[in-house]
C-alpha cells in the first residue's frame, strides 16, 4: 500500500509503508519537538568527503519522527523524559557543493531566501554575518530539549562530531529559549501566547484536538501530509523516504516600541483599552483568547482554536488587519479562494525564541521594555515554499489589500506585526472597531510602525535519514578517488 499523501496518517495504525516512512524521517515535521532550550549551528563545508562521512556520522546520532512519537507516548505514561532533538538541513549552496543530485526541486529553495524580492527584507547587507554569504551556508543542525543541560551534552556530541570531520566549520550560532507566562504558557516576547494553531498531519493528534480541546467543528486543522513533505528525491527510495524544506529568520522584536505603540493604537482609535488594542493588532489577546470570539481576555485553557471569521464579516470583532486573521483567514479571505485553498497555504510553525529578558515581561510597564536583541526564530516547515512561507508574507501579511474586505470598507493594511512594505514607502492606516462588535464603530488610526526587523535568514531541505546514512558510502567513494 502506498503512502496516502492526500490526508493525515496515523502513526499507532501505520501501514509498512508509512511505518517506514515515519522512521526515516526527522522529527519537528510532522509534531513540533519540544526545543525549550535550543542551539542552532550554521555551517560551511571545504571537503565535500569530509562533509559526507561527517553528515552519516551526525545522522547516528539523530531520532526518527517515529522514535519521537513513541518516546512522548512513553512520556505520558511512564513519565520517562525523552532524548534531545537533533535536526539536520541542507541548502542549495550546500548540495551543489557536496554534488548530490537531484538535487530538491522547490525554485524558491534553489535560488534563495535572499533572491525573494517580494519579502521587502533588508538588503542582505544589514543582515548577520553568516547569512550574507548565501553561497557558503552549506547546512544547518538543530540541537533542542526540554533541559538546558540535556541540550548542552547533546551540543558537545554534536560538537565533537564537528571536530572530528574534515572540512567542516561553524560559521554561526543562534541560541533559543523559551519564555512563558504566569501560567506556564509559551509566549513570545511581545506577551503573546504563541504556537497554539497549527497544521495537524497526524490522526492521533487531530482525534485529540477534537477531544481534548475545544473541538474542531468551526476550525478544522486537518491537513494532508503532503502539506508538509515531499519526496527526497536523492534518497535510496523516494517513495517513503520524504523531506521537508525548511524556512529560517530570525525576527528580533523591539519590544518597546510593540508596547508603546499598542497604547498609542488605543489613544489613536480612540479605545480606552489597551488589553484590546494590542488584541486588535495581533488578533489574539495575549493570553491566546481570540478577539474574534471575545471582548475580552479570560478564556479557559486550553487556549481555543475552533473558530472562524463567519460572524466577523465586517472586521467589527477581529480588525481585518489583525495579524492571525492575516496569517490565516480561516475561509474568509476573499478573492475566490477556497476555504481549502486558503488551507493549503498554512505551514507547519516550530518558532522559538531567543534572547535574555532583565525585566520582568509581565510588569505592564513600557519603558523597561528591551528595544533590541530579542526576539523570534522563525522557523517553518514547508512542502512548497513559493506556496506557503513566500505566499504568507508576501500575498497576506505584505499586502495592504489582503483580506477583500466589503464595498466600500477601507483595505486592510499591512500585518501590523510581521508586514514589511518596500523601504521608506509608508504604511497605511488601519482600521478597527472602537466598539468590540459593532461595525458603525469602526474607525481608522495611524499604522502602527514595524516593531519586527529580519536580521537573517535562510531556506534548507530536512532529508530523510535514509538519505543522511547513505552519504557514508558516497563519502568513502570520494575520499577514495
Ligand atoms: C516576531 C514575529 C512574530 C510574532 C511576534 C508572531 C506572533 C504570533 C502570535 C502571538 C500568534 C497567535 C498564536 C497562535 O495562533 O498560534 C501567531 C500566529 C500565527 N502566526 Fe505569527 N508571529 C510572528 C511571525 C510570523 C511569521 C513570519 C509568519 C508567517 C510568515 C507568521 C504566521 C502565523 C500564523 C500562520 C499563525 C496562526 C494563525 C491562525 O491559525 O489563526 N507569524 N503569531
Not at 572530528?164 to 529559549?177: E, K, L, M, N
Not at 463567519?310 to 470583532?317: P, V
Request: net charge negative; glycine share 10%; charged share 20%.
Amino acid at each position: 500500500m502506498a503512502i496516502e499523501f492526500d490526508s493525515p496518517v496515523s502513526w499507532t495504525a501505520a501501514s509498512p509503508e508509512t511505518l517506514a516512512m515515519l522512521q526515516n524521517l526527522q522529527p519537528n515535521i510532522l509534531k513540533p519537538h519540544v526545543r525549550e532550550f535550543l542551539t542552532v549551528l550554521f555551517l560551511t563545508f571545504y571537503d565535500p568527503a569530509g562533509a559526507k562521512t561527517f553528515i552519516a556520522d551526525l545522522a547516528g546520532a539523530m531520532k526518527s519522527t517515529h522514535d519521537h512519537l513513541g518516546e512522548i507516548e512513553r512520556f505520558k505514561k511512564d513519565k520517562i523524559p525523552g532524548t534531545p532533538y537533533i535536526g539536520f538541513g541542507l541548502s542549495a549552496a550546500g548540495y551543489g557543493f557536496l554534488k548530490i543530485s537531484p538535487m530538491p526541486q522547490d525554485p524558491s529553495f534553489q535560488s534563495g531566501m535572499h533572491q525573494t524580492a517580494g519579502l521587502n527584507d533588508p538588503p542582505i547587507a544589514e543582515w548577520e554575518e553568516h547569512f550574507q554569504t548565501p553561497d557558503a551556508l552549506h547546512a544547518v543542525i538543530l540541537i533542542g530539549d526540554m533541559l538546558r543541560d540535556d541540550r548542552n551534552a547533546a551540543r558537545a556530541k554534536v560538537q565533537a562530531l564537528i571536530d572530528a570531520a574534515s572540512g567542516v566549520t561553524v560559521i554561526g550560532t543562534q541560541d533559543g529559549v523559551g519564555q512563558h507566562n504566569s501560567n506556564g504558557q509559551g509566549i513570545e516576547h511581545f506577551g503573546y501566547v504563541d504556537g497554539r494553531s497549527q497544521p495537524l498531519f497526524l490522526t492521533e493528534d487531530i482525534q485529540a484536538e477534537e477531544d481534548e480541546t475545544d473541538g474542531i467543528a468551526n476550525w478544522d486543522p486537518t491537513s494532508p501530509l503532503k502539506q508538509v513533505v515531499v519526496a527526497d528525491t536523492a534518497a535510496p527510495d523516494p517513495g517513503i523516504h520524504l523531506g521537508s524544506y525548511f524556512i529560517f529568520r530570525k525576527l528580533e522584536q523591539n519590544v518597546k516600541l510593540f508596547k508603546e505603540m499598542e497604547l498609542k493604537f488605543a489613544e489613536d482609535l480612540p479605545i480606552d483599552d489597551d488589553e484590546r488594542a494590542g488584541a486588535m493588532i495581533v488578533g489574539r489577546f495575549e493570553d491566546g483568547t481570540p478577539v474574534t470570539m471575545q471582548s475580552e481576555d479570560g478564556v479557559e485553557s486550553p487556549v481555543p482554536n475552533n473558530f472562524n471569521y463567519n460572524s466577523d464579516k465586517s472586521g467589527a470583532k477581529c480588525p481585518f488587519v489583525g495579524h492571525i486573521r492575516k496569517t490565516n483567514p480561516r475561509g474568509s479571505g476573499g478573492f475566490r479562494q477556497t476555504r481549502q485553498q486558503e488551507h493549503s497555504h498554512l505551514m507547519a510553525r516550530r518558532g522559538q525564541t531567543y534572547g535574555v529578558r532583565t525585566d520582568n515581561p509581565n510588569d505592564g510597564a513600557t519603558a523597561n521594555k528591551p528595544e533590541k536583541d530579542v526576539g523570534l526564530l522563525f522557523m517553518a516547515f514547508n512542502s512548497d515554499i513559493g506556496h506557503q512561507f513566500e505566499f504568507t508574507q508576501i500575498t497576506w501579511a505584505n499586502n495592504p489589500n489582503f483580506p477583500q474586505v466589503p464595498p466600500g470598507f477601507a483595505a486592510p493594511g499591512v500585518d501590523p506585526v510581521i508586514g514589511q512594505l518596500p523601504r521608506g514607502q509608508a504604511r497605511p492606516d488601519m482600521t478597527a472597531p472602537k466598539t468590540w462588535g459593532d461595525p458603525g464603530s469602526l474607525s481608522s488610526a495611524p499604522a502602527v510602525p514595524q516593531a519586527v526587523t529580519m536580521k537573517g535568514g535562510a531556506y534548507f531541505f530536512m532529508p530523510s535519514l535514509a538519505f543522511l546514512r547513505s552519504l557514508r558510502t558516497a563519502g568513502a567513494e570520494m575520499a577514495a578517488r
